[in-house]
């Protein structure tokens, strides 16, 4: 960190807008080592957190977290041809959470003073009512391996080292095509400091840097107009403005753009549905993920929680939610309630084996945290959330799986999805495709909806190729009000049955 | 902090950017206490208290334009956070159509003293207790009546803002609301697989508007119990009749398309539909931002134009577009605002049971679920979950089905509104009545 960035009282880093130009300004990576700089960082020392827990646990609560947030976020736009306009928040401050039980207890604090602190954990505390008082157990730091290391701190990146990137991506798409009419490019990036402490005795860090380039493309052709983009992510840092991702986000905002163009709508109905490689990753998000978090299992309101050790799914079908894929949105180093980040098997070998847990549902299901429990931000409470959702490879071949069918229709880019957790029912927004006619790619087709049931999708997986991608674009997940970075991937798989939205014949 | 003291740091973070370097500046404050309990079934699942604050300041350095928040609001951060911004601001691109609107667009003493009765006296007035009792009120009236039933889970959520707009012209503008959300959703067990649920509540400013927790607890378990036996049906072209609560979804359609930006950047099916018609003579919404009480009010929007009343749509012809001041100046059109406020409908005669009576095939959609739509095509998907009606009956629950089909087609089609329109929304949405909307199921 820049010293010229560091706040007057030594707590609070700013954005940093403006490089100061040196030869060696990326040589300093992030010097944010150690638990001691977040102390510092937050203004805190081991005897004050020891001293607000104990406040948190004085009502007769079972344990009690702080979450303290630092997070510095730059949104910038090139729009008609010109960096135009740059957005900044800095978000800081500290969650407490007390458990009572399955009760939480949240309050937070956006003013970091003990006073403030013992406030919000006298509010936090009032879930609970008597019992047996605990006292924090004294604090020792967890050490934690770091999978994504980055090369360019956005910290150290100034508005001037992003303008000239984005207006070449800007100028390529344009000279791509002449039907090109508007272009939109926008870069996101967030770094993020975390610090979570709790009443077992656990301290631990993290830095969580995030970066996002998006292209969007408008474009004009015998009268119509079409409009798309493509878009690139991960926990990285400036370096994700690489020759190849400036190439690959100019050339896709252009190709999926225009094809467009000569797209039909399906027949509406119930058809042989193939999904690419990589961004199909949202079907298991969706018809999968969500249905296996642990909470709706734990209160018996999801369609999967009477299927814990039941086969699901043929034999070649694996599924993981996988925190530690290195620099994807959803990769952690440790979630937001000090539980290591690890590989959690969801389906092994078409048998459902497990869910995806925070500290609470853990305990209901007597097992080990998997690392799941994330939040949004200080202000809000840690709920099991996934990570990085994906299938592994299965034993079939993408062009065996197209030949297989006679009529149905393949999906390749995604805008959206959602799941209704208790009957089980999922959509996915297909933004590109393409017919699939008597086992060959046809035409292209474009905006339809697809709608299917959980449980019934994954008995419906019948092949799965050896071609395993990871989405390259960002993605946030919503639940209960909350946003997190995740990410997804698929190898090819052909699902035998799923209802297409489309035009009734 | 005291609402004086938020206005001075909102004319103090003006002050400062000026003295910075910038040629004109905004600064909004805000300040929001909240509580929000959520009980499943007799136990407190999450209890939350809250206060939090924000500063949000808006730079233009001759005709270059950035925007910035911080929840950091000691003076000292702020001086700084404020003297880089003003520096950044100054490497943009220059862009001509950034600067402050125009004087005579804010709005006057009239509209600013106007009573919208956004903030209820009796906001402290509730204690902790009998919030509680609200909630266990809802459990009390579902426990028992179904061996159906997995959970009932019920929320509570109240919150009184504050808050404050000063632009660097002259302008000054302060708000204060309150909200109450009371909800239930029950979750069932379908014997024939799934576990639907649904549910019932309200959002409104003031606690005696507040719909009665039984009432609330029985329309959810009622609503949710409707959702045993879903199924999806064959394929066809159906009518389809929404109910009132979703009608956004529909209007989505048309309202994402009318915003300034969309226009200006090419991404509206509905440019140069000024004055002509984009939907059936049905059609009529008027924005009211006037509306006492309303979930939508205001006395100035966001960039602190005054707030307008306007029939956006009068008989299916389109009367005005959502363009802020600053699209309003890219494309030199006169702005109106950049959002809607209260969106009111005129309603017809009948109420949805008796629109369910003049249908002899269509689906009762009661529930979106995802799906998209293209604002530059007009082209949408949705997935759809309610009621199969056949002659005039409805027969059974149906789900897992999509809706297609392009917005321009789609309001052509609106044959009849409801009388009812969704008062716990900004957008009181009637229930819409459609011919021939394309159906995906088997």
Redesign the interface.
Known sequence: MKKSSI???GV?V?????KIHSTNAYSTLNNMKSIKDYYDRFNVTEEMLSKVMSEALSKGGDYCDLFFQHKISNYVIL?DN????????????VGIRVLKG???????A??ITLANMVEAAK?AA??ANGGKIIVPVSITEKKIKNIYPIEMPWEKI???DK?PLMTEINEKIFSKDSRV??V?ISCSDDSNYILAVNSEGNAVCDFQPTGRITANC?A?SGG????NYADIAGRKGFELFSRENIDFLSSEAVRKTMILFDAV?PE???MEVVLSAGDSGILLH?AVGHGMEADFNR?????Y?DMINKPVAMDFVNIVDDALYPELQGSINVDDECNDAQKTYLVENGVLTGYMHDKISAKYYNLSPTGNGRRQSF?H?PIPRMRNTYMTNGPHKKDEIIQSVKHGIYCESF????V??????????VKNGYLIENGKLTKPI????????GPQMLKDITMVADDFAMTRGGWTCGKGGQGVPVSMGLPTVKVSRL??????K | MKNISIKDKAEWAVEYALKSGASEATANVNEVKSLEIIL?ND????????N??SLGIELYCNN???????????E??LK??IE??V???N?????EA?SLPEKKLYPDKDILNRNLELNDSSFSSLDFKSKLGLLQNVYDTIKGKSDKV??VTSYYSDSLAKGVLVHSKGFSGETESTGYSLYAIV?AN?PNG????SGEGCSVRHLKDMMNPSEIAKKALERTLG?IG?K?IE???YKMLVENRSGWSPMGTLLRALGGRTLQ???SYLEGMLGKNIASEKLTVTDNPFVKKGLGSRHFDSEGLAAQQREIITNGILNAYYINDYYGKKMSMTPFTGSSSNLIYKCGDRTIEELVKTIDKGILVTEF????F????G?????I?GFYIENGEIKYPV??????GNAKDLWAKLIEVGNDPYVYSSNQTPSFLFDKI?????
């Open positions: 706040g007057l009282a609070l700013l954005p940093s807008f403006l729009e010109k960096v135009n306009r740059a957005y900044s928040n800095v978000d800081f401050g399955d009760q939480t207890g949240y309050s937070f956006e003013e509010t009032n879930v100034s508005i001037t303008m009419i508007k939109v408008t004009e119509k107009k079409e409009t709508k509406a109905g119930e969706e209160k018996k309101e999801s369609i929680s202000r409470i805008t959206n999805g959602q209704n957790i208790g009957p089980g029912d999922f959509t996915f927004y474009k905006d339809i909806n697809i709608i299917g049931n209802t297409v939205g489309g035009e009734s | 499943v136990g407190i699942e999450k209890l939350q208290e809250s939090q604050k270059r334009y950035s925007s910035h928040s911080t929840n950091d609001m000691r000292d951060s700084r956070f880089e911004a520096k950044m601001t490497y943009l691109a220059k862009d950034r997995i959970n979750s379908d799934g576990k639907p649920s959702r879903q999806k394929s066809g072209v950047q090419k991404n679920l995802g799906g998209n293209n604002s530059t095509t082209d949408f998907s949705n997935g979950a789900n897992e089905m999509n809706i297609s394309d159906f995906s199921g088997i």
